[in-house]
């Protein structure tokens, strides 16, 4: 395939039409000089636009009524003049124009909703990838290709998204397949069967005239489902907006730490708005948008900036000086980036690979994220097909059930060396009435009996914690040790449950010091390579940031992993990453100190740069460096090297900081 530039710009252009004066300003030249000027390299052009509209000409679709000319393919020519990589945009799952023609072609949903948004609703109506429409949509992607040939660099067809439609076509198919339109779970399953045939025939369809094209299908996340046809993308692109309820600042490093696993070219998204698409005439604050990009940079993917062009097709010179200022930098600090790859050595179980997920951050990721985030730990996520040896430790979140075929797996992984840590129900099998494996060194009696209930840390992870019971507030699983099993942390139960019939307080009834201690919070197995978390700490972590189940986490984790791959002395709010390059070989670790805050009611925002001084930072090499350094601006850095550690101290972090061992 072609490949990805690194400062790209993501150049929406839904442009409804009943506006009159649509490329009026468009100036080639001065297109291009913008571009440059902000640093980018590619830019994602329209073909056609969620209003339904097409951007070129000639063609048989229906041009947008006040478009006058060949747009695109004077975007086109121009930005390749410059050597500037151009990517067409093909919308696929809404079209407004094709909606009020067609709305035969609409999604139903199973209450009987077309296209899902109502008649009233100012948005778009979602058609069905397997009704005619997409016949529609494929001859048009058809009359690009045939327009313009070996010009295209590649293609992005959006909102591919199917739901549990029950239109006709789809109630006639799902009967023929055998499956139960009544059925929730039959409607999922044939979806999904629908957005994987639709990425299919699209990529073999591109492939087959243009193998060399880039070809993305985007659905707002990279999904675990997603591993089925990933061989129908080129790449993947994370779009990720945090100044949203729909994303937010722990999507994209969850995303990427999957998507990394599936052997892909990467592309992180972001947007200049204050808001998301659609948001004209705002701008992001520039420390957010810095550190959404170096975040990207950080972890191993290019950069995507979105923007909208204005309907007369003049950038916004404001938008574009913030583009050029983070995209200067970008460009800067790229020799250390490209082809970098992240390393780990622990991975977190993506429970989408075994549960129906609804949104796109699940709240058990968020927790387990932020606890080894801001303990500086280095880790992916993995599903089920990933290859796990390559990992030191395997975390179970929550709510991951085993069936035979995965029980199998971590067995097999344990044999080999491996060490898991599982919390909540995780572990059990799917129907929740015992553990998968004895490895996990406790036997089910039940759901606790009581909530909240109390724990008190044993010796063995006390370090960190006063002397004294700590609340948990998320109920647990009732367990007992098997035999050789280890308790790290006992429960103590409350007086009595908080119930209409009796109360104390405010809030949880307090501890029964008279009481023995309960079932076990915590165990290790008797082989040492599983430790159990009665309760879900990391959907609690997430929802209530109790620091305490942070501490008892990592303190559990280092019995594990006594030696991670980076130590660090900076604080919490540090996000710190380690990569390596292999030409040259080099390990690069990216320092990050921005901090979003709720200022505001709906999303979190950054407004300032914290910066960070002397920082203590530790990380592991095969082998003594010549040389540390920072990046890019060259300073060596004194070091010590021991027990395969390179110690050195960063004198100051100012945002985005990269330290080299080479």
């Not at 909606?99 to 009987?112: D, K």
């Not at 405010?506 to 390579?529: E, K």
């Amino acid at each position: 395939m072609k490949p990805l530039r690194m400062r790209q710009v993501h150049l929406d252009f839904h442009t409804a039409g009943a506006i009159d004066d649509v490329g009026a300003d468009w100036n080639a030249e001065a297109f291009v000089e913008t571009l440059q000027r902000a640093h980018v390299d590619s830019v994602t052009l329209f073909a056609r636009c969620h209003h339904g509209y097409v951007y070129y000409s000639p063609t048989r679709f229906e041009m947008h009524p006040a478009l006058t000319f060949d747009l695109l393919g004077e975007q086109i020519e121009a930005c390749h003049r410059a050597n500037i990589r151009t990517p067409i945009y093909i919308t696929v799952g809404w079209d407004e124009l094709i909606a009020s023609r067609h709305p035969e072609w609409l999604e139903v949903t199973p209450e009987g909703v077309r296209g899902i948004n109502g008649p009233l609703v100012a948005g778009w109506k979602k058609l069905c990838l397997n009704s005619p429409y997409l016949d529609y949509v494929w001859e048009q992607t058809e009359e690009v290709m045939d327009l313009f040939g070996d010009e295209i660099d590649g293609f992005f067809f959006d909102i591919i998204h199917q739901y549990e439609c029950v239109c006709p076509y789809c109630l006639r198919d799902m009967a023929g397949a055998g499956l139960n339109p009544e059925s929730p779970v039959h409607r999922q399953q044939f979806a999904l069967r629908v957005m994987n045939a639709y990425r299919k025939r699209f990529a073999d369809g591109v492939r087959a005239r243009l193998p060399e094209a880039t070809i993305f299908h985007n659905a707002g996340h990279i999904h675990a489902e997603l591993r089925d046809t990933a061989d129908t993308f080129s790449h993947f692109e994370l779009e990720s907006l945090p100044s949203t309820g729909i994303w937010g600042y722990n999507h994209f490093p969850i995303t990427v730490r999957y998507a990394r696993t599936l052997n892909k070219p990467l592309l992180g998204m972001t947007g200049k708005f204050h808001t998301a698409w659609g948001d004209f005439s705002s701008l992001k604050n520039l420390p957010a948008l810095e550190f959404e990009c170096y975040q990207m940079l950080a972890n191993g993917t290019a950069c995507s900036i979105g923007d909208q062009l204005h309907p007369r097709g003049r950038l916004d010179d404001a938008a574009y000086r913030l583009i050029g200022k983070v995209y200067a930098s970008v460009e800067a600090k790229e020799p250390w980036c490209t082809n970098a790859v992240a390393q780990a050595d622990i991975a977190v179980f993506n429970v989408e690979a075994v549960r129906a997920e609804n949104g796109r951050v699940d709240t058990s990721h968020s927790g387990v994220l932020r606890m080894l985030m801001e303990a500086h730990h280095q880790f992916d996520f993995v599903d089920d097909r990933a290859d796990w040896n390559r990992y030191r430790v395997l975390i179970l979140p929550d709510k991951v059930p085993l069936d035979k075929t995965l029980a199998a797996k971590v067995k097999s992984y344990l044999d080999a060396g491996g060490k898991i840590i599982a919390t909540g129900r995780s572990g059990l099998i799917p129907d929740g009435s015992r553990f998968a494996l004895d490895a996990f060194g406790v036997r089910l009696i039940g759901d606790a009996p009581f909530t909240p209930d109390y724990a008190i840390a044993r010796p063995e992870l006390k370090a960190d914690l006063e002397n004294t019971e700590y609340v948990i507030y998320d109920r647990g699983m009732e367990v007992e040790p098997v035999e050789g099993s280890t308790i790290l942390a006992d429960t103590r139960a409350p007086y009595f449950n908080r119930t209409w019939a009796h109360f104390c307080s405010h809030r949880q009834t307090p501890p029964d010091l008279a009481r023995p201690v309960g079932y076990p919070a915590i165990t290790i197995n008797a082989a040492g390579n599983v430790i159990y978390f009665a309760h879900p700490i990391f959907d609690g972590y997430r929802r209530q940031a109790v620091k305490w189940y942070k501490t008892l986490f990592l303190a559990a984790l280092r019995i594990l992993l006594p030696d991670p791959l980076v130590v660090s002395g900076g604080p919490s709010t540090a996000q710190i990453t380690m990569l390596r390059q292999s030409d040259p070989a080099r390990t690069v670790v990216h320092l990050l100190h921005y901090i979003p805050e709720r200022r505001g009611l709906e999303f979190d925002t950054i407004e300032d740069v914290i910066p960070l001084y002397r920082v203590p930072l530790s990380f592991k090499v095969a082998e003594r460096p010549a040389r540390v350094y920072l990046a890019p601006q060259g300073d060596d850095l004194a070091f010590d090297y021991d027990d395969g550690y390179v110690r050195t101290t960063v004198p100051e972090v100012m945002g985005h900081q990269m330290v080299v061992a080479e």
